[in-house]
């Protein structure tokens, strides 16, 4: 396995423009309407995060598909931050909850672990 191995993540939602506002809020950043790979919607909706494609880090979207529920229990995605208290002050009012807040994790940063309105559990990282 190469580094940094993640390339892409999905978070899956049932609530779209809920999930939408959450995300928007906390992060303060637009997230764009995606098309499926095939041109088709299947019934599938997807929202992307900003992304660069020529630098480091991973791109990603908030999914709405048929079938696919949200919530804990999954793989975790971190989120970097320059500080992950600025992100985490945004939660709660933009309709999530915190579950842990801003702590330390030695060498490598501070962490905080919050929950999206969809149930969804995300980290959020910053070196400071």
């Not at 390339?7 to 939408?20: K, P, S, T």
Request: glycine content about 12%; charged content about 20%; aromatic content about 8%.
């Amino acid at each position: 396995m190469k580094p940094n191995p993640v390339v892409w993540f999905e978070i899956y939602v049932q609530d779209m423009e809920r999930a939408r506002r959450f995300y928007e809020t906390v992060f303060q950043c637009t997230l764009e309407p995606l098309a499926p790979p095939d041109g088709t919607s299947g019934g599938v909706r997807m929202l992307a995060f900003p992304m660069e494609t020529e630098r480091p880090g991973a791109g990603g979207m908030l999914v709405k598909m048929e079938g696919v529920p949200s919530g804990a229990g999954g793989t975790m995605v971190y989120f970097a931050c320059e500080d992950c208290a600025v992100e985490q002050s945004r939660v709660e009012p933009a309709g999530g909850q915190v579950h842990r807040a801003k702590f330390s994790i030695g060498p490598y940063g501070h962490c905080a672990i919050v929950q999206d309105p969809e149930g969804n559990m995300i980290g959020l990282h910053s070196m400071q």
